[in-house]
């Protein structure tokens, strides 16, 4: 059973700490008053509580048509993505190619469905790349104390000033004809530093809580007392790094192909408007660059839902006026009039009488 908790303002470094985490409780059975078995299905309802907020639920309907488009690319593609038709140069959509052709005759929308690929490779490998460094280093520097949590600390620091994009270009350049696997490597590698620092101060503040304390009093190793204990009541953090990751990964393989760094031969949307830009189709050619930027943007909003449904999870200011807002509105009242309504009954009356105050002044008479 999942119990949201508030946390302290700060860490012992000064760090800001989330505050509202959730902190998980044993059930205990009404008949021994021993631990309650939880079924497979109320730990997977546990897991997954902060996905069922309407944002979270829209940005993952629409993160999972990319995904799925990713994976079906090869049947749902009207043509190759190289594929040319010398008759169609420069084509404006039509029912022969739905967005355009490029200047040598190549299908928009068979590039764009291609390139889906790309992008979600490279966007979720790096944030798992990311993600486990985080968490390797986050929690175990929050975790100990001394001069281990410090050189851990200290090499987070490091890494949150190293400029990512000019050491990205320089680890590209390397390479001839680098794969999505190394793009992915390098793009996850230089982006765990935030989210270890965020973890570190949320385990700084659990560790000092009775649950953790009691787990070392028991004599419980630290593997298990940070897997079993620390990890479940991190989750909401683990996640929101997670998505996090995935939308800076997507940007930084755009924004790299973009400028030339990535080989064309990796084909993404960043790729896409590379060659449009070198062949001159802005403004003109708008169905060659435009439907690729907003590909980019529609997953970019999708994962940005998906942050704020888990902000709002975990902040309880914001998950119980999400829920007074979802109350009134199945009870068919308009959240804005009401809140117009009670400003409207704070302000004074025009017509009512003002009461005005006299000041007399009295003089002694000698």
């Known amino acids: 059973m999942t119990v949201p908790t508030s946390t302290g303002s700060a860490a012992p470094d000064g760090t800001p700490v989330v505050t509202g985490m959730p902190e998980t409780a044993t ?10 078995r939880k079924t497979f ?49 420069r084509q404006p959509p039509s029912f022969e190619h739905w967005l355009g052709t490029t200047h040598m005759g190549e299908d928009v929308l068979s590039q764009i469905i291609y390139g889906t ?37 200290a090499l987070t620091n490091v890494f949150l000033v190293i400029p990512g ?37 949320q385990t700084m503040s659990l560790r000092n809580r009775d649950f953790i304390q009691a787990a070392r009093a028991n004599g419980e190793p630290l593997r298990r007392i940070i897997t079993v204990e620390m990890l479940p009541n991190l989750m909401a953090l683990i996640a929101s790094s997670f998505v996090g990751t995935v939308t ?15 080989p064309v031969s990796n084909l993404n949307w960043g790729t896409i408007l590379f060659w449009a830009q070198q062949n001159g189709a802005f403004p003109r050619l708008w169905w060659w660059y435009v439907p690729a930027g907003l590909c980019i943007a529609i997953i970019g909003v999708a994962l940005s839902l998906i942050n704020f449904g888990i902000d709002e999870y975990v902040n309880p200011r914001l998950r119980s006026a999400g829920e007074r807002a979802r109350a009134m509105k199945k009870k068919g009242l308009n959240v804005n009039d009401a809140v117009t309504a009670v400003r409207t009954a704070a302000l004074p009356d025009e017509n009512s009488p003002k009461t005005t105050t006299s000041t007399t002044t009295t003089q002694n008479t000698k």
């Open 27 to 36: 059930l205990r059975s009404p008949v021994t008053g021993g631990p309650q």
């Open 41 to 89: 299905w109320s730990q997977l309802a546990e897991a997954f509580a902060m996905f069922r907020n309407p944002k979270s639920v829209a940005g993952l309907i629409i993160l999972g048509v990319f995904v799925l488009v990713a994976i079906l690319a090869p049947w749902i593609s009207p043509y190759a993505p190289t594929q040319k038709d010398r008759d169609a140069l």
């Open 117 to 153: 690929q790309g992008v979600i490779v490279v966007g979720f490998l790096s944030a798992l790349i990311a993600t486990v460094i985080a968490i390797t280093v986050g929690v175990i520097a929050g975790y100990v104390r001394g001069w281990k949590s410090e050189s851990l600390s």
């Open 165 to 201: 994009i000019p050491l990205i270009i320089i680890i590209a350049s390397q390479f001839e004809n680098p794969p999505l696997i190394v793009i992915a490597a390098v793009l996850g590698l230089t982006g765990w530093a935030w989210g270890a620092r965020v973890l570190r101060a």
């Open 248 to 262: 800076a990964a997507i940007l930084g393989l755009t924004t790299l192909a973009f400028i030339g760094v990535i």
